[in-house]
């Protein structure tokens, strides 16, 4: 079993910038892919950015350029680095593990273990 945790959400500016972490614990899988999930109220669920264990990525277009994933070198914690943050940004994120999947995807079908989801809020 896999169990995440997020972190690092809260209220920014537009053309802020704002850290989210996911902190993984439980077991370890050689081959996986971790991806960043967000849901606005009223939307669907998109996927935003992916990992996989070879360090390959994939973003979805709208935030290509502005966002970046990464995971530290123990592959324990994945984070999203987003800068210049648009109110469209605004949404609850949630960090996603597939260990079933070993290359990148945001389908959100082929995750299967979520965190609780953190609130990433773009006002002035």
């Known amino acids: 079993e896999v169990q995440l945790v997020e972190s690092g959400g809260g209220l920014v500016q537009p053309g802020g910038s704002l850290r989210l972490s996911c902190g993984r614990s439980g077991y370890t899988y050689a081959n996986y892919c971790v991806g960043w999930f967000r849901q606005a109220p009223g939307k669907e669920r998109e996927g935003v950015a992916t990992i996989d264990s070879d360090g390959n990525t994939e973003y979805t277009d709208s935030v290509k350029g502005r966002f970046i994933i990464s995971r530290d070198n123990a592959e324990f914690t994945f984070s999203l680095h987003m800068n210049d943050l648009k109110p469209e940004d605004t949404a609850k994120y949630y960090c996603?593990?597939?260990?079933?999947?070993?290359?990148?995807?945001?389908?959100?079908?082929?995750?299967?273990?979520w965190g609780q989801g953190t609130q990433v809020t773009v006002s002035s």
């Open positions: 996603a593990y597939s260990s079933i999947l070993a290359v990148t995807t945001l389908n959100a079908d082929l995750f299967n273990h």
